[in-house]
DNA sequence: TTTTTCATTGTCAGCGCTGACATAATTAGA
DNA sequence: TCTAATTATGTCAGCGCTGACAATGAAAAA
């Protein structure tokens, strides 16, 4: 292996190829990007000629030319692993199926500011266009400066200025009735809400959309009890101090929590459990996403699942895809999975 | 939002900052690169232009004039999230401090074939270097295609022909003596590894590190019962299915489980409580890695923590800096960390 | 047949930057 | 003082590709 300097050997040129084949390089170039007036003898010649030499189009070249540089970017929030491999799969599907090549950013929520690590990060990468996530989806100023640098992007589960831009997000507001319903019909009456950041808009949504559920079943908006978490090295750590505080503050217990998301409802559990009580006997939890550990700690979180990687392969093809920016915005599935925290 | 095309603004180029400036584009460009030959004069009156425009370099054109892409290249196999995670942040974290960008080829261990992958993705994205993590740091035939290639590569924790490249490891071996060590002196004395994919070199070097150890302190290496995982889409599920088949194969039950990381682990011990044994009285439980949920779950999950962040930090480290590849290998400390479930 | 159309292929400038090299300005040394 | 070494800046080709446009040839229409 080789330190990074000088490559070993110089790659084929699109040169090369057209050489091997007798045409000339915008002919190769012609094949490679799959234009249609290529006459089929044409391009059997230059496949193989392609394949001979092991050509690879050289994404610098190209990017300068065509002034594209076939990136997508997106901002990685620290929330939760499992959202951000999940929206790294999807992402990253959608890439390889239209050509694009993923840019990540890292995004230490709290610590940075989202618009610094655009100006300093994301920006020079000269990406193509950004698919953002909660919750730098919805921070205006990053917006802004997206629009003011006309570049393109797309976002999922914004939970305000829905209008401003394509969107991707999952039908959350249903799912929510469902587990409200659902905690209502076993008897549940003291809710609480173990919120996730202040800036996540799509999550205080889905603290609205809980308020709402419970008011039309005839039950106390106003009397939910609502934490929000501080944010610090695990979430799910976070979640727990969270809930230990509020607990230690309510006279009498709720008797119900809905969490953030499935890691934070499992910390919450982790708190219950160090109270002496019990789940779901005393208190019933429910979390957010229905991510792989749901199923695996005890007793089975009861949570509300979304098509975390879909979205972000939907996303990904609104902007790859030639047609994807007439589609306008998606709205996936949601579904309450119901375990045995509830 | 705009439709990705032609840019709604122009960004600026190296001329127009050095027309602002006043030098030529060849000065701008050493202010951009730290060139020291540069006086503070012309600098600062430089920067003050960059500031004025909003300059940004275009990577694409600086690529194809230096014959470099500033990209670093990695495979993230599905084996955990929290593992990818974590690989990624540190990663992302050298990225940003070197002026790299990273470029993620999604890899879906078992169904893919990583020089497919190779080859049909991360090649086309013309990568300065790559860093492997397990197990395609140990896929040889990915080796050889990259050695054709000339591509620089970093391996991060390998567990075959170690010499082969410059590599970033942590000191499995000996966090494993002391979670035998510690086991042992619990009193346990029938063991089982529930042993991750089989191309997972890593791995395999810790289940032999394990039985040596047992060896060591007067126990039967052999008498070790070993499982695969088959891989599916979630890990800790397989760990619950060959936790399962396992232990209803064993005649004694065995009282003491090493999995291949804290997801296995966890489905081991749901797989336990499915069979009515209980943790840590019946069969005591260990992981790997130490990841976030390690300390929710219940009990608590005994572990190895590895800084797996940092590993992927020096990896990048090591292609990225230019001192980087005269450092040699590099071992970081592991250590054991007890919790509940031993 | 001649003209028009259209599918196919070619030519060439130039995207924005950097490496190699040349030159000018400054400083150190004799 | 003058020359040599050093520092600061400039010139320019060309990295590999694509967009705009031109040219060619063959089929369709007149």
């Known amino acids: 292996m080789n330190p990074i ?24 170039s012609r094949v490679v990007n799959r234009d249609v007036n290529v006459s089929a003898a044409t391009r059997e010649r ?10 690879r189009v050289n994404q610098a070249a190209r990017s300068l030319a065509a002034s594209r540089s076939f990136l997508i970017g997106a901002f990685m929030p620290h929330l939760s692993s499992f959202y951000f491999a999940e929206i790294f799969r999807g992402a990253a599907k959608a890439c390889r199926q239209y050509g694009y090549h993923l840019v990540l950013e890292e995004f230490d929520h709290g610590a940075d500011s989202v618009v610094d690590r655009y100006e300093q990060g994301l920006r020079g990468a000269h990406c193509d266009a950004l698919i953002l996530t909660p919750p730098v989806c919805d921070d205006e100023k990053l917006l802004d400066a997206l629009d003011r640098d006309g570049l393109p992007y797309v976002r999922i589960a914004p939970g305000k200025q829905l209008g401003r831009s394509v969107a991707v997000g999952a039908d959350e507001r249903r799912a929510v009735e469902q587990l409200v ?3 209502w019909d076993a008897g549940r009456r003291r809710f609480a809400i173990i919120a996730g950041p202040a800036d996540h808009a799509a999550a205080m949504v889905r603290e609205r959309a809980f308020c709402d559920a419970l008011g039309a079943l005839g039950g106390d908006p106003a009397g ?5 978490i501080e944010l610090n090295e695990s979430i799910a750590e976070a979640g727990r101090i969270a809930t230990l505080d509020l ?7 709720p008797d119900a929590i809905f969490a953030f998301n499935d890691e934070v409802a499992i910390g ?15 208190i019933a939890v429910a979390g957010f996403d229905d991510s792989y550990i749901a199923q695996l700690v005890w007793p089975p979180l009861t949570t509300i699942h979304q098509p975390i990687a879909d979205l ?10 030639p047609e994807g920016f007439s589609t306008g915005n998606i709205l996936l599935p949601t579904r309450l999975v ?3 925290t509830t």
Chains 1, 2 share one sequence.
């Open 5 to 28: 300097g000088p490559a070993v050997k110089r790659p084929a040129t699109l040169d090369d190829v057209a050489a091997i084949a007798g045409v000339s390089a915008k002919t190769v």
């Open 46 to 55: 230059i496949e193989a000629a392609i394949r001979e030499t092991g050509y």
């Open 181 to 183: 319903r659902h905690l």
């Open 224 to 228: 939910v009890a609502l934490t929000r």
């Open 247 to 253: 607990l230690r503050g309510s006279n009498p217990l």
């Open 268 to 282: 919450a559990m982790a708190a219950i459990r160090e109270l002496g009580r019990s789940v779901p006997e005393d």
């Open 312 to 321: 972000a392969f939907q996303a990904v093809r609104l902007v790859a895809d």
């Open 338 to 340: 119901v375990r045995g």
